[in-house]
């Protein structure tokens, strides 16, 4: 019975040593392995000159990508904060270097040349590259950023956009000189200088007549000449406000006639045709609209009202939609522009269109004789 338990418990012995030894096997097949991920880096870094740029999720610059594609230099990014534990190790051996976090690791057919942590200092990135031959000397083209920024000065009516360093708001910036330039019928252009080296810049301020900004600015220009600027970041609002109080752009008069909802209610029962133009706030093409709608005064002399919903779901543009479902109106999506005559709608445009769809309507509905 000694002898039988005995037997058992070798086997058992054997058994469990011959599973530690498979699943020892089994680790080093995998640490030593390198996965497709890996493989491709090894691969990428094998020959040439190579950028690999390795940070997490935080610190991804987009200043960095921009330079290494303003210069077509050959890069990889690595999002390290996606790595498994057993590939960052593993990326720390190619890289020699423990911080993969935010680096950017330059490399010669294969082997680590030098490597950089990023301190987020745009100069010591810049002389980094320089010094290993990635980027030119000079950063940007001086001819071609200096010469747009003569023929924008020779313009009529320009807003320039010169963003200095590149941070979060530039998209944000950008958006809202787009929108108001739109809005205002204004010439717009953003000269990326974050990719100027000092000496550029200086050329730069040198030749829009200021001095060092360390963020952003947006000159004014005006019949060939610079009529002021905006330093920092401003919403819509302030953008608009400083342009008003820089008499760059001018408040035009309203030709339309604006109306309260007691004054909507009594077009409603009125037995002659009117117009109204029906906006809310956030609407995308509703001062493209206005605009149209108060030169066809002008040159017709008719009289069309509008009604300011003010937001989307206010009480007012609840009110309004209620009383036009009522007259047969379902759809209901401002900007609409409606005529009604004795409680009836007769026709109706939603959405943008040409001012002469505009004029020709009118005239079918005998606005416009």
Known sequence: MEKSTSGKIKLISKILILLILIIVLLVLIIVTTDNKYIKNIKEFTSEGT???????????????????????????????????????????????????????????????KETLIDDENQNDINKFLQNNNIIPEIIGDNKNIIGSVENLLKTEFTLIYIPYKYIDLVAVQDEILKNISEKYNI?????????????????????????????????????????????????????????????????????????????????????????????????????????????????????????????????????????????GQDVFSPPMTIIIESGKILNNIIGSSNKEYFVDIFSINGIIK
Not at 81 to 107: G, H, M, P, Q, Y
């Open 50 to 112: 190579k950028v690999l740029y390795i940070t997490n999720k935080n610190k991804y610059s987009k200043y960095i990508v921009d330079l290494l594609e303003k210069y077509d230099a050959k890069y990889m990014y690595i999002d390290s904060s996606n790595l498994s534990n057993i590939e960052k190790n593993k990326l720390v051996r190619i890289v020699d270097n423990n911080d993969i976090n935010n680096l950017i690791a330059i490399f010669e057919n294969g082997e680590i």
């Open 187 to 327: 010439n717009y252009e953003m000269i990326n200088a974050y990719l100027l080296s000092d000496v550029q810049k200086e050329k730069l301020n040198s030749l829009l007549d200021i001095s060092m900004v360390e963020d952003q600015i947006v000159i004014l220009v005006s019949k060939e000449k610079i009529v002021g600027n905006i330093r920092g970041e401003q919403t819509t609002e302030e953008f608009i406000n400083k342009l008003y109080e820089l008499d760059f752009i001018k408040e035009e008069e309203n030709k339309l006639n604006e109306i309260t909802e007691e004054e909507f209610d009594n077009i409603l029962n009125l037995k002659d045709k009117s117009i109204v133009f029906i906006k809310n706030e956030t609407c995308k093409y509703c001062s493209d609209i206005e605009k149209k709608l108060n030169e066809i005064v002008e040159e017709y002399g008719i009289i069309i009202n509008y009604i300011n919903l003010g937001e989307v779901d206010s009480d007012l543009s609840k009110n309004i939609e209620s009383k036009l479902k009522v007259l």
